[in-house]
């Protein structure tokens, strides 16, 4: 039966994470028609709040995809790959792997780097590849194991080569600086529903110049109609009709992306480092231990640990869940193994762990 929603409930996930309030309020909000004037006034904020998100230069294009990061990850590939291109995929999980199998379906000649599991890629492997590759892709934190991967490194590669890079930013942006312009990345997608505690349903993506200029010497048009760039820019920009975008969630993400930058993006990355630390410790005596060996392979948002011996995984989470308390096992390779805890947006803060450990000491004695 569905359960009451109202219910208080722990949501440890990593993803969704728990609607901001501010957001959450902007949900009453009444409905207006997605070509309305005020609409379009919401939306300019929304894309030079996203640019700020991103780290991009000025002219770099921001807008909401009407689906979730799955569709950002589509969207890249569908307008910046053609069949026979070479792609590099670094796929240290399940995520990549999914990076992969996108950029495959739109033809691509896809390379694989990949790396032990738990453990980051390794810049140089990227590098030994690079060979005519037209565009490298890659995981900044992997989800599915907790590994964070080194962009910036990567990046310079990319750059070096002449290679697009795209950037699966589903776990970092919004919860820790971004720097696309910087690093040099030229495509970046999340989910509303990690980082900035909005509903699930969209993904923020911003599209470098560098990628606008492959998209327009494209020999073919791009195969994803819903997704294309120009006719992303017909709305966003020349205010046209494409499709009907979900106002109501534009309303949502606008209000949680700007809780998000004015608490700061400092100021969220100590957030999730305090809370973080604050979790291993009061986990290391029951036996939980970081799963993730380098500490600088570590993504700070998704805490990755290692069960006890003789751990009842299903038990135990089944026994938290029966107290409103939802915390994320492995997946694939690691399901049994681990505990993925989520600490994005809502969900780095003490309050939902203190919970946690409460439960786990009268579950566990
Ligand atoms: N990329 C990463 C790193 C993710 O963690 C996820 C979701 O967990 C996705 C992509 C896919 O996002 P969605 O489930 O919103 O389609």
Known sequence: ??????????????????????????????????????????????????????????????????????????????????????????????????????????????????????????????????????MVAVVHGETSTGVLNPVPQIAQIARQHGALLTVDAVTTAGMEPFHMAEWGVDYAYTGAQKCLSAPPGLAPVAISDRAMARYHARRTPTPLWYCDFEGLRDYWERHTYHHTVPVNLHYALHAALRAALDEGMLNRKARVQHVGQAIQTALAPLGFTPYVQRPEDRLPTVLALRLPDGFDDAGVRHALRQRQISVTGGLGATAGLIWRLGLMGETARPAPYRALMNALEDLLG
């Open 1 to 134: 039966m569905f359960e009451d929603p109202y219910t208080e409930h722990v949501l440890l996930t990593p993803g969704p994470t728990p609607i901001h309030p501010r957001a959450q309020q902007a949900l009453m909000r009444p409905m207006l028609g997605h070509m309305d004037p005020e609409i379009f006034a919401l939306n300019t904020e929304i894309q030079a709040d996203l640019r700020a998100m991103y780290g991009t230069t000025d002219t770099t294009f921001t807008a909401l995809l009407a689906g979730t990061g799955s569709l950002g990850m589509e969207a890249g590939f569908a307008n910046l790959v053609e069949s026979g291109d070479e792609v590099l995929v670094c796929a240290n999980g399940s995520f990549g792997r999914r990076m992969a199998d996108m950029a495959a379906r739109y033809g691509a000649n896809v390379r694989l780097v990949t790396a032990p599991l738990g453990e980051a890629i390794n810049p140089d492997d990227v590098a030994a590849q690079m060979n005519g590759v037209q």
